[in-house]
């Protein structure tokens, strides 16, 4: 099915069975078509129970064939044990999209029931909406399949956020919450078990919606990371935010998704990762999602992170500020004109300069704020503003006025605290976003310059298939020779390929020849045990290093060889490798995701890299722009840039031995499982790689 008729048959079909329909609203079964007949559905309702004639005072049909006529859209009321029959049925009858309420499929380890579905679905061409799932609602449509009663004697706020949730009930309750808000809502799918149809698929369907402005995404866990980053980026071009929430940081979470729905929750890290690549806005619980929606979809964006803040209490002002800076947010400057225009409009014992003190002299002249607005967004140097209100003695009408009126395309988010809540609701139905916390404000405005500032990751390019060959016949020789592992010299050599510069040096199969090696390159040396039957050389001391003569270096070896073959190790040579000049030292390294595919990896590195763990990882292949960001991320970047009298690192040189890693990984993800370079040591001009552990699949 193409994604509009997904679509239509999501959010505008033409007809909906109900298969098992119950004559009771308040059963399960019943639900739905008590749903559709509350929404005031206007399309058909078809029944099918063959135990009865009528159904909630619609008429039933024995089967969907004898109901007759086209079927969009087929909700599933009936236990597991006849959904396959079910299925068939509408399958047969050309139904495009089928509804699978019931549980007790891969969740409850019954995986082969699952694959039936989607075997089903593959044949057939009828999208499958579950198992395991309450099913979707369009509320514009007054479709509702589902038996969800979230919007049970509710009069819906129909608007332009789109929610879809692997989980059915947080979902529901994300919905609710939206729509106490005032939160204006278009549609809400729940995915379940993703038979067939996946959060990334309806997220794309409804992305290319008109009426949708912003997704709300619920996900335990994905099958298929690049069609999520395909949907993320689509909304991205169509410039609709995608906010969402993804659990399973935990171990322990991570198990109860497994149990939940039998999802693949993957890294959290590399969805942190893939998350930021593709544009999305990731948050942690319910009211994110819901303060998200609110100012996502008022339509401004922020043009950069320069926040100025209005408030009526000094105190919360310079609070605000504090938050901002931990969110993100960059405290505009205001020039000494600018301070005297702010200063002309406010009481003299406010203060005029970011965080603005308007006092709380806006009980009784409540013009105050709509001049102090007018400046601010007249500011060259403020891109987004926040405004605190606390409890007033009177009639808000004229804040609320001024607020509602000030014409600007400066996002403007409004705190307004205290009060029985009126200024707040009606900021929000005159579509400005307004919250009951000032923390809650500035979280939401930083999601929206998130947004803004969000870059996603290009479609990868064509492999060079000279370098690609090259790397190939080192992998091929490794294979050849029985071998899961490259040694480090091999490792380099696969490096060497992609253009990636690594330390001067020359293997060695005798004390000897490594004297022999070091008088070649050059001294100081360092000598160290190669093979590709130990991972890590220095736990069993087969690391000898800034060795200046030949005694040391034929000692050192000696040792070395001595060791590893007390150790019982088969494969016994010598790596002599030039001393790399002082520098900082990176760890950098790349993997492939079992969700997301190829994803690199770089950070402070050395010895104490498991300790320091100062990493930070984006998606293979990576541009410069997106490494330079990931390097900046770092606790501890400021060691790149120089201190304590010590040179700086040359940045560009480390950023391109990331990339060029990060295409690597990309191009060769079939054979790769796992490259660790530890340490790259970067100094004034230059970077070199000083040691690399190639794993392969």
Known sequence: MTRPDLLTALTAPRAIAVIGASADPDKLSGRPVAGLLEAGYEGRIVCVNPARDEVQGLPCHPTLAAAGGPIDLAVLTVPASRVMAALHECAEAGVALAVVFASGFAEAGEADLQDELARLAESSGMRILGPNCIGAMALKNGVVASFSRALHGLEPVIGPVALVSQSGAFGACVLSAAQQAGIGVHSFVNTGNEADLTVAEAMTALAEDPEVGALLVYTEGVSDGPELLRAARRARELDKPVVAIKVGRTAEGALAVASHTGALTGSDAVYDAAFEAAGVVRVDGMADLVDAARILTVGKRAAGDRLTVLSMSGGVGILMTDLAGELGLRQAEWDAEWQRRMAAVIPSYGSAANPVDM????????????????????????????????????????LVDALARVETDKPIVVAWTGGDGTPLRRLTERGVPAYDDANRALRALGMLVRHAGGSATPAPTEPDPARTAAAMKVITRARDAGHKQLDEAQSKELLRAYGIPCTPERPATTPGDAVTAAAEIGFPVAVKLLSADVAHKSDLGGVSLGLTGETAVRDAATEIMNLARDAGIGDVRLLVQRMAAPGVELIAGARVDPVFGPVVMTGLGGVFVEVLQDTALTLAPAEPGRVREILRSLRGSALLHGVRGRPAADEEAIVDIVVRLSELAADLAGELAEIDINPIIAGETGALVVDALVVLQ
């Open 359 to 398: 006092t709380a002299q806006l009980n009784t002249e409540p013009e105050i704020l709509a001049c102090a607005l007018d400046i601010a967004c007249a500011h060259p140097g403020t891109d987004v503003i926040a405004v605190f209100i606390g409890v007033l003695a009177g009639d808000a009408t004229e």
